[in-house]
């Protein structure tokens, strides 16, 4: 009877004491289209509690890199918090079609889901489906489901000014996601819940986004009135300045308070994606002050950040991650003013050059139904009434592509499996689902973008301007003052997390845990 009363108490003190090693939130940022190199290349300007405090209080892995092409917005978020690859997640791009009905697919979108917000009832054509939200698109589960399913008193929240910032990260199983609409409106949908929290609406009383939009946003090379910026586009324009990340930051401290995140020993999940970063950097490009300026902003948000989270949670009771969803190419008038390799293009005047092709060598423009990710969609239709076969098309759009001087090489579903499997090829694999994508994969030559600009930037390819990012771990658990140089997949920030929070792999996850980031116990 003794030895089993000891047996209980071993049990009960074990299971408390694993509980209390875990900690109390793991708090998860991503920077939308933050490059690695941003870390030095602005860390003169950053103050000492921001970036500067991941660096020498945190692990810091500098060879973070994306494993498949495409790189954009929805393949990253989904593959940071999945520990998986496009291939097996299902979200190969921001879009994509049907296969079989070649209708248009939107990353998050779901149209059984109906919007939730205190904007106009019912809702104008503005903004009607802007909430019409899910992540039922993802085919894997993420950590934050594997968190709840261990716990079901854990919270899991996911928010940014993108929805598939929010929506993809927190996953199916998420207490929440939130997200500002093109009015301005801070918006979820009817999957997470039936009512909209009343909290938001003292929250937008007092935190509009026209209060935002005042004053000088300025550099050494640049001035811009926020005011203006407001009265000529409406609300949106705040996603454009810092103060976009500002009023994210003041949303996610509000739900933070009011959700009670880290306040008990059930391990909570908080994901945050600061998105006005993604909007500058394609307006503006890397290299110009507007962004730097904005990177110096964030430093001090960050700063905020962490100051909040030791009052709120507690010195050594978090965990923080921070990382990018993707990287980005040089500007092309950069490019030219440096006389470097490179440029840009249109896609779809590419398109019509290759329909024109097509019906010259196979007497159809017809044959290519659709393009999006750099991917063709054939029309096997018209292919078949005419007698014209997959490998037909491919060798002809091949021959045709190959000769331009932006297309590195062009694949099917067929030959990229075939032969050496380069670097170049698995990635492309990785990024391939069956199911959901085309028929004919482009990838381009180093230095090129898909963009009809020549200012400004974009991102998609495997190169490692777009595929590596800073990648930090801060506070309970994590190493101090330590930089990890070995080759670091975006797919072993899942499994990672995982391990901290004491939780499985999520479902689909293909990475491996980050051997040096967490301090042994």
């Known amino acids: 009877m003794q030895n089993y009363f000891l047996f209980w108490v071993l049990l009960i003190t074990t299971s408390l004491s694993a509980q209390l090693n875990k900690p109390n939130a793991v708090i998860a940022v991503v920077v939308d289209q933050m490059k690695y190199e941003y870390v030095y290349r602005f860390w003169d300007e950053y103050g000492e509690d921001g970036f500067k405090k991941l660096h020498e209080k945190g692990v810091f892995c500098r060879n973070t890199h994306y494993n498949y092409i495409p790189t954009y917005t929805g393949p990253g978020h989904a593959s940071i918090f999945t520990g998986t690859t496009p291939s097996v997640h299902g979200i190969i791009g921001n879009s994509w079609y049907t296969r079989d009905s070649l209708k ?32 039922r698109n993802l085919l894997s589960t993420t950590i934050g489901d594997q968190l709840k399913t261990v716990d079901s008193s854990s919270k899991v929240f996911g928010v940014s000014l993108k929805d598939r910032g929010a929506i993809l990260s927190a996953g199916i199983s998420a207490d929440g996601a939130f997200w ?26 007092v935190n509009s986004v026209e209060s935002y939009m005042n004053g000088i946003w300025e ?4 001035s ?7 009265q000529k586009m409406g609300p949106s324009a705040i996603k454009s300045t810092p103060v976009g990340n500002q009023i994210l930051w003041d949303f996610s401290k509000e739900l933070i308070h009011q959700e009670g995140i880290g306040k008990d020993t059930h391990t909570d999940l908080f994901i945050v994606s600061y998105s006005a970063t993604d909007y500058v950097g394609h307006q503006y490009g890397p290299d110009a002050e507007q962004t730097k300026n904005m990177y110096i902003k964030l430093d001090e948000i960050l700063a905020q950040m962490l100051s909040y989270f030791d009052q ?32 840009h293009f249109s896609s779809r005047e590419l398109l019509a050059e290759v329909n024109q092709y097509l019906l ?17 969609y054939l029309n096997f239709s018209v292919m078949d009434s005419l007698r014209i076969s997959y490998n037909q098309v491919y060798t002809q759009v091949k021959y045709f592509l190959e000769k331009k001087e932006f297309i590195h090489s062009v694949y099917n579903k067929v030959n990229v499996e075939k032969g050496l499997l380069s670097n170049e090829k698995s990635m492309l694999i990785k990024g391939i689902h069956p199911k959901r994508s085309g028929d004919i994969f482009l990838v381009l030559s180093p230095g090129y973008l898909e963009w009809s600009k020549t200012t400004g930037t974009a991102h998609a390819t495997h190169y490692n301007y777009d595929t590596h990012v800073p990648l ?7 190493n101090k003052n330590k930089c990890i140089d070995k080759r670091i997949q975006i797919t072993d920030i899942a499994p990672t997390l995982s391990l901290l929070m004491k939780t499985s792999f999520p479902s689909g996850c293909t ?9 042994e116990n």
């Open 219 to 222: 550099g050494s090379s640049f």
């Open 511 to 519: 990475g491996n845990p980050i051997k040096g980031v967490m301090c």
């Open 312 to 343: 709120s949670i507690g010195k050594g009771k978090y965990t923080l991650m921070l990382t990018a969803d993707h990287g980005a190419g040089t500007s092309p008038d950069v490019l030219k003013k440096r006389k470097l390799n490179g440029g």
């Open 104 to 135: 248009p697919v939107y990353c998050a979108g779901d149209w059984k889901a109906q919007t939730l917000c205190l904007c106009q009832q019912p809702h104008d054509n503005v903004n009607r489906g802007d909430g019409n939200m899910s992540p």
């Open 224 to 230: 811009l009135n926020l005011q203006e910026m407001y």
């Open 472 to 478: 930090f771990f801060y506070g309970k658990g994590v």
């Open 180 to 205: 500002m609409n093109s009015k301005g409106d801070w918006i979820t949908s009817t999957f997470y819940n039936s009512k909209f929290p009343m909290w938001i609406k003292e929250f937008s009383d």
């Open 360 to 376: 010259k060598t196979l007497g159809s423009s017809s044959l290519i139904s659709r393009e999006i990710n750099m991917q063709y």
